[in-house]
């Protein structure tokens, strides 16, 4: 981790606005009380407070000065528990990953004992620099990659930014640099939309979801109370940013008011959306790295306190897809509507794409600070995109791709929350395999074979007659294989009707992989080497020295890279052999393959072996005991995370070095999956399934009724599936 020192320069300001333009509000808040009049302008700004912050990732300590009182300074190794104003506080310990810094941030509502003053729609604003603009509308500009930014916004809002709302005039309807904080003409932050956390009394947890608001709420934030919540901040573009603090209020019906929020006037809360969710109805977004297209629809639930039916929505991708928007509802609910959008005709990026969603309220200027723009909320939303067209599995096989990587497009869920679990009537070790429509193949020790619904009701289920150890392939016209232990491997469609059938010599795990060609590629317990002709006949096959358990791994040049219980890992061209790399032990697990062409295998000697494409050691790393079945899977960013025997899972720098571990005993088998926002997945002998942050700490954990050896997939919905010894197949997914 490199030295940072980071200088965040925050002025908070909150707005106390009463959006009737009527009414009456607090206008000014002292270091020690608040003091409130009945004659005030119903939109004004309250200075809460300024602050300096240096943090050095290095020491791991920071440093905090407030700039009109007595300075302090804080040790954050240890727990924390000190407040630094008495209207914001760091809780926890800050954490540094590289340039991204985590942080819970918690606001005192200064008002104690004064109900009357109780906030609505508090949100957390982070003014940064911007650097993606090519909108619709052309005033647009937002922060993007290499720009300092919030990772985790509720939302994004154009409110207070210093390119378009008065400038350091005084006028607290406005921005205003801080007097010793980095001022805007020198940090230029030139981003018109900017993200901000949302704090309400319904987001108990720091990293509560906003799926957790309760329209009937109104986002109230309790006079006297204090929230909580956490940001992720990108801090690699820069170290200088400001945050502001905004609020809505309107005067109540009581003194003090009986009933909150009831006793509040409905424009005490945003004119714009605070909410939206958003389901695919249809995404065929394909790029193969050379052509793309497709189509998506979405279903968006846009949450608004004012006219829910009478806003418009605009979905944009500049580059990706022209702008689609829509005025008419299609449905809703209770404090929401429902909108759809259809977006022909796409050209995506690869991998994925980042959706910015436009929700205009009725309500126009801005309280006369932006004449003529539409008040309104602003939303990101990330789409995948399939690597070749719209056939293509959403976990076609094995740690998701040829190269075993582990790591997909699609982030999992954040919760232990099980959606439902699918009963078998014995052990579940292979990992899923998931079709383009979601369904899910998967099989079990009695040889039971199965497809399920994504809602967890069986499609079908064929009885192979014999243990079934691997876990099942998809090719791109849908059609599924799958080994047994005797050696059968078998072509089945989407419907279980089986197309052929070729015998192999045995097959204890190595799982099938299937090339861009169709061909499968299987190892053998009669220590051959199998390559199939999608039709069924042999290709070539390529005799070892042992028997394969390992399931083979593909190299962006086409090399087929398989591990054998004679100690080699080989390397194989078209049939023919290009090398060999000695271990000291069997390799059961699959080898990895990283996108620079180096590999990666572990052996039962107790070592993680980074190899290069001459079949050269690079590196080697011990891993504290034997690896029977975990094969390493790499982050996105080169990070290489494994388990194994010693019942720790492992993060290895792409230099051999060691990142970091965590103590999941007494063994980990399986092979650990990747989400798209890094979260580590992965079972244990201790019964459970884990979730881990990409720095290590445990985001949460499921106990099951067994032992989980089973690798999972993830589904485009963001579902996690796992299988158990006690015979189920999990389904995790957040509400």
């Not at 409130?36 to 791991?60: C, H, L, R, V, Y």
């Not at 090519?134 to 937002?142: E, L, R, W, Y």
């Not at 109104?218 to 919540?229: I, N, Y």
């Not at 107790?606 to 005991?625: F, M, Q, T, V």
């Amino acid at each position: 981790m490199r030295l940072v020192l980071l200088s965040l320069f925050l002025f908070l300001s909150i707005l106390i606005c009463g959006c009737s333009g009527g009414g009456n509000n607090p206008v000014s808040l002292g270091q020690d009380e608040m003091v409130a009049s009945e004659n005030q302008s119903p939109d004004s700004n309250s200075i809460w407070g300024m602050w300096q912050f240096t943090a050095d990732p290095k020491t791991q300590t920071v440093e905090v000065l407030r700039l009109r009182t007595a300075e302090k300074y804080f040790n954050i190794l240890p727990l924390l528990e000190t407040q630094f104003s008495q209207c914001v506080s760091i809780e926890g310990i800050p954490e540094f990953d590289g340039d991204t810094l985590k942080v819970d941030i918690g606001i005192q509502s200064p008002f104690y004992n004064m109900p009357k003053y109780t906030g609505f729609d508090v949100s957390m604003i982070l003014i940064t620099r911007g650097s993606l603009d090519g909108f619709s509308d052309p005033d647009i500009v937002m922060p993007g990659e290499g720009d300092t930014r919030l990772l985790n916004p509720d939302g994004y809002t154009r409110w207070w930014n210093p390119r378009e709302f008065p400038h350091n005039t005084g006028d607290l309807m406005g921005y205003t640099d801080g007097k010793l904080g980095t001022k805007d003409e020198y940090a230029n932050y030139t981003a018109t939309i900017n993200g901000y956390k949302y704090y309400c009394s319904d987001l108990i947890e720091p990293d509560s979801s906003m799926n957790l608001t309760d329209p009937a709420g109104r986002g109230v934030f309790p006079a006297g109370g204090k929230l909580v919540r956490e940001h992720i901040i990108d801090i690699d573009g820069g170290m200088v940013f400001n945050y502001i603090v905004n609020a809505c209020w309107g005067y109540p019906l009581g003194n003090p008011p009986w009933e909150i929020p009831d006793d509040f006037p409905e424009y005490a809360n945003r004119y714009e959306p605070y909410r939206i969710d958003v389901a695919e109805l249809e995404n065929t977004l394909w790029n193969d790295g050379v052509n793309s297209g497709g189509n998506l629809s979405l279903r968006i639930d846009a949450y608004d306190w004012f006219n829910s039916d009478q806003n418009r929505v605009r979905v944009e991708s500049p580059g990706n897809f022209n702008f689609a928007e829509t005025f008419s509802p299609t449905g809703g609910g209770t404090g929401y509507s429902t909108y759809e959008v259809e977006i022909p005709s796409a050209t995506p990026a690869y991998g994925s794409i980042d959706l910015l969603i436009s929700i205009e309220s009725e309500k126009i200027g801005y309280y006369g600070l932006l004449p003529g723009a539409h008040i309104c909320a602003y939303f990101t939303e990330k789409i995948s995109v399939s690597h070749g067209g719209s056939q293509e599995p959403i976990w076609p096989t094995f740690q998701y791709d040829q190269q075993r990587s582990g790591r997909c497009p699609y982030n999992g869920p954040q919760t232990n929350r099980m959606e439902w679990s699918f009963h078998t009537s014995n052990t579940i070790l292979p990992s899923p395999a998931i079709d383009k429509n979601g369904i899910i193949y998967f099989g079990n020790y009695n040889g039971e074979f199965f497809a399920v619904n994504p809602d967890g009701t069986e499609k079908w289920v064929i009885n192979l007659g014999s243990f079934i150890g691997t876990s099942p392939a998809i090719d791109m016209d849908g059609a599924i294989y799958v080994c047994d232990q005797p050696g059968v491997l078998y072509k089945f469609n989407s419907e279980g009707d089986e197309i052929w059938t070729y015998q192999i010599g045995g097959c204890y795990s190595s799982s099938p992989l299937v090339d861009a060609e169709g061909n499968i590629c299987i190892g053998s317990d009669d220590w051959y080497l199998y390559c199939i002709r999608p039709n069924g006949t042999l290709k070539w096959r390529y005799q070892t020295g042992g028997k394969i358990w390992s399931s083979p791994a593909k190299g962006l040049d086409g090399t087929i890279y398989v591990g054998c219980d004679d100690g080699y890992l080989y390397a194989i061209d078209s049939g023919n052999l290009k090398w060999r790399f000695q271990t000291n032990g069997v390799i059961n697990p699959a080898p990895t393959v990283a996108e620079d062409g180096t590999i990666y295998v572990a052996s039962e000697d107790s070592y993680l072996y980074a190899i290069d494409i001459n079949g050269d050691e690079i590196w080697r790393y011990y891993i504290g005991g034997p690896a029977y079945y975990s094969s390493p899977a790499i982050g996105f960013d080169g990070t290489i995370y494994i388990g194994g025997e010693s019942g720790v899972l492992r993060a290895i720098n792409p230099d051999g070095t060691e990142k970091w571990t965590f103590n999941a005993g007494p063994r980990i088998r399986p092979s650990p999956i990747i989400g798209a926002d890094g979260t580590i997945y992965f079972g244990s002998e201790d019964n459970n399934v884990y979730a881990l942050n990409p720095n290590g700490t445990e985001k949460w954990r499921y106990t099951t009724g067994n032992r989980v050896r089973a690798s999972g997939a993830i589904s485009s919905d963001g579902t996690l599936y796992i299988g158990s010894y006690d015979h189920n197949m999990y389904a995790f997914r957040d509400d």
